[in-house]
T-cell receptor
Framework: DTGVSQDPRHKITKRGQNVTFRCDPISEHNRLYWYRQTLGQGPEFLTYFQNEAQLEKSRLLSDRFSAERPKGSFSTLEIQRTEQGDSAMYLC????????????FGPGTRLLVL | ELKVEQNPLFLSMQEGKNYTIYCNYSTTSDRLYWYRQDPGKSLESLFVLLSNGAVKQEGRLMASLDTKARLSTLHITAAVHDLSATYFCAVAASSGSARQLTFGSGTQLTVLP
């Protein structure tokens, strides 16, 4: 399977703990995105990388959130001092720059903060 | 700020019937996407519409884009149970680039026998 993969698929944590999620994009894709989806809503954009450079960040991405994409390959999203409001599905997507560019989504990491 | 509105939010239809889902967006964009999401699963790309008047068809689904009206439609022909899912439209914030997508709230489609 050469699609976008995410790990872990599920994470339960206690409020105040730190969590880290990993995303492996489709190998030739140079763009990588993180979104957050809550129940009954569409995904909301968090941040975007082109190769290793983080080029856009949403206002939703508070200072407790940090994302990296070292060497332009996999990416990590870390949430520090988690809050119950952080409970959501975190989706990663990747794309290849081009005219008909389409973002392909991974299976997501479902986070529950107790 | 770009806003994307879909309607209806919930749709129950009988097998064999036709229906249309509407997607309105608030600012200029020349790039619109339709995705499908099954319960507990991720999003599957259905269509990308790149220009005014664009029409794409795949099986029983047909999508169109009117950039002047800032409107896209997803038409379902002779629905079957397998089409039951949530359908999202998404609009690119920046002209000429996919980059940041703004999604609608989704239309939860249930096809009844």
């Amino acid at each position: 399977d050469t699609g976008v993969s995410q790990d872990p698929r599920h994470k339960i944590t206690k409020r105040g703990q730190n969590v880290t999620f990993r995303c492996d994009p489709i190998s030739e894709h140079n763009r990588l995105y993180w979104y957050r989806q809550t129940l009954g809503q569409g995904p909301e954009f968090l941040t975007y990388f082109q190769n290793e450079a983080q080029l856009e960040k949403s206002r939703l991405l508070s200072d407790r959130f940090s994302a990296e994409r070292p060497k332009g390959s996999f990416s990590t999203l870390e949430i520090q001092r988690t809050e119950q409001g952080d409970s959501a599905m975190y989706l990663c997507a990747s794309s290849l720059w081009g005219f008909a560019e389409t973002q392909y989504f991974g299976p997501g990491t479902r986070l529950l903060v107790l | 700020e770009l806003k994307v509105e879909q309607n209806p939010l919930f749709l129950s239809m009988q097998e064999g019937k036709n229906y249309t889902i509407y997607c309105n967006y608030s600012t200029t964009s020349d790039r619109l996407y339709w995705y499908r999401q099954d319960p507990g699963k991720s999003l599957e790309s259905l269509f990308v519409l790149l220009s005014n008047g664009a029409v794409k068809q795949e099986g029983r689904l047909m999508a169109s884009l009117d950039t002047k009206a800032r409107l896209s439609t997803l038409h379902i022909t002779a629905a079957v149970h397998d089409l039951s899912a949530t359908y999202f439209c998404a609009v690119a914030a920046s002209s000429g680039s996919a980059r940041q997508l703004t999604f609608g709230s989704g239309t939860q489609l249930t096809v009844l026998p």
